[in-house]
């Protein structure tokens, strides 16, 4: 199952991340090399293996995404390539998530939380791999989502600020 010396994931987790840079702009960004594209709408940077997504929300990051390879690129342990089994792992896990309606590996969901359980993580995957795990600190803002295609992470997103 799960790694009970885990811990549940936190903002200092977070906030730790060499590529999380909540207060980068679109002015930082380009005054910093990144490389500018468009996609639905979102003025996307992306420098090496992370790219900072922004919409039109008082130009800051609403997402920032790792799409690398690289190793030394990983969230609570779990990295690109990571299989689902591998991820879960890796994590704390208080429930088998298939077996409860809100898909919970630990915690409350936010409508449940309480002093004693601030945070949640929730897993899904679909018989072809597709799925997510998702990670949110106390507080909801920023959370991690990991992105699962054929049963291996994909890419990692930190959103940053609900839209």
Known sequence: ???SKS????????????????DMTIETAELNGYVYSDSYGAAIYSKG??????????????LISVISNEDDIQVMGI???DTFEEALTKLPIEFIWNENQAYLIYGKMPSETDDIYPAHGNANINANGTGTITLVPEGLYPFVQFIFNEFKVIKINIICSDL
Do not use: A, R, W
């Open 1 to 3: 199952m799960g790694n």
């Open 7 to 22: 811990h549940y994931l936190t903002k200092d987790d977070i906030l730790e991340l060499s590529f999380y840079l909540p």
């Open 49 to 62: 293996s992370v790219q900072y997504v922004f919409y039109d929300v008082e130009g800051t990051p609403n």
């Open 79 to 81: 990295k690109i390539n």
